[in-house]
């Protein structure tokens, strides 16, 4: 191998994810690393049903262009990237063995291609960095986490790397057996510097959507982001929404979409709650004028992986009232330092937190500050230098040590 090419870096990702892309664009951008995307589905690009929103969905936001990309052909019967067999791209093998790739990084194993991908690294020799969402955090019947450890840490022993979005996700790789040494820190980032441009945007004109969706401009709200499932807590908040507000007035905002939703609805007329709206779903450039007009934001998941969403709450100032079963949690919340952590499905905790950050205006600016100061150390510059990191132990003669610095 000829020595300080750069290195030839794959990444197999299920579809064109709006949060990854930005990281893709900013890994093709650094000379050490000649970049290529290998997507198993066009979902997000083309229009696709997501199980979750319950609905048709295809992102308004560029989703390719500055970084090379392949999509793989797949032959499933029933196509779709949140399934184990809605992707089955077999050309991933004749790709990695045609011997133009130095490493491949691979997003998890819930899928076919994944295997497929890992297997076919294993026999080709080709190092695999792996990067997943997975915590400690859920509950799984016993033999489901017998039958997963043991395929696991089988597997495991092979990775080469292991890219860790954050402290519960590498808990989670200690517990099983991987070395402190083959972890490398490439925290789960959003774009900050576009939420940043955005959160200062006066045309987000937070008092004019108050107005349009009937909230009064003097009552502060509690925003929600994400889809109406029962993993999602959404209706733990509105309980303590209907709680909190027999003391002190607020409005509470729900932004998504999903099967709780004409439940949630149900509710809210039933217990005649005011000053509680669902918008449903919104693509991902009308997000920021949510997140703008908002002085609360929750995240009450009796299960999350990680909650990207936390992020891009953080860069608009906002504090933050998340479960103890959100992965996020632990590395982007300080517990009254920039918000609260309650246990999942308290809802008299949850209602405790609110009461007290809608009561004190000057606690939800000093949080808020909080929340934006500390998520500009958690992104995709963090991304770019712990991959560096990576493939720097594993080809040190291309890349340089002030690249790793």
């Not at 067999?85 to 997003?107: E, K, M, S």
Request: aromatic share 10%.
């Amino acid at each position: 191998m000829k020595a300080n090419r750069p290195v030839r870096l794959a990444v197999l990702a299920s579809h064109p994810i709006q949060y990854q892309v930005p990281l893709f664009r900013a890994l093709a951008a650094r000379p050490e690393i000649n970049l290529s995307v290998l997507f198993c589905s066009n979902a997000g690009v083309e229009a696709y049903r997501d199980r979750g929103f319950g609905r048709e969905v295809k992102w308004d936001i560029p989703l390719l262009g500055g970084y090379c990309s392949v999509f793989l052909r797949n032959i499933s019967f029933t196509p779709d990237p949140s399934r184990f067999w809605g992707l089955v791209n077999p050309t991933i093998i004749r790709f990695l063995r045609r011997g133009q790739v130095d490493a491949v990084l691979i997003h998890g194993w819930a899928s076919f291609t994944n295997w497929l991908a890992m297997l076919t690294a294993f026999a080709r020799g080709i190092p695999v960095l792996l990067r997943g969402e997975t915590h400690l955090l859920g509950e799984l019947p016993r033999w489901k986490t017998v039958l997963k450890r043991a395929l696991l840490t089988r597997v495991f022993r092979r990775i080469t790397a292991f890219l860790a979005i954050g402290q519960c996700n590498r808990d989670f790789y200690y517990a099983y057996g991987v070395p402190k040494e083959q972890i490398f820190h490439v925290p789960y980032a959003v774009d900050n510097c576009s939420l940043f441009a955005r959160a200062i945007d006066p045309s987000l004109r937070a008092c004019e959507l108050k107005r349009t969706l009937g909230i009064s401009a003097d009552l502060p709200v509690i925003l929600f982001v994400g889809k109406l499932l029962p993993k999602k807590g959404p209706a733990d908040l509105l309980e303590a929404f209907g709680r909190v507000t027999k003391r002190t007035q607020a409005a509470l905002l729900y932004v998504g979409d999903g099967p709780l939703r004409a439940e949630l609805e149900a509710a809210v007329r039933r217990l005649v709650h005011p000053n509680v709206a669902f918008v449903g779903f919104r693509n991902q450039s009308e997000l920021p004028r949510f997140y703008a007009m908002a002085d609360i934001f929750v995240v009450p998941s009796r299960f999350e992986p990680w909650g990207l969403v936390l992020n891009e709450a953080m860069c608009f100032g906002l504090p933050i009232v998340a479960s103890d079963r959100v992965g996020a949690s632990r590395d982007l919340i300080r517990d009254g330092e920039n918000g609260f952590i309650f246990p999942a499905g308290d809802v008299a905790i949850l209602e405790g937190h609110l009461e007290r950050l809608l009561t004190d205006g000057v606690l939800r600016s000093r949080m808020g500050h909080a929340s934006r100061r500390m998520v500009r150390d958690w992104s995709f510059e963090q991304d770019v230098e712990g991959i560096l990191n990576c493939l720097g132990e594993i080809f040190d003669e291309r890349i340089s040590s002030s690249a790793r610095n």
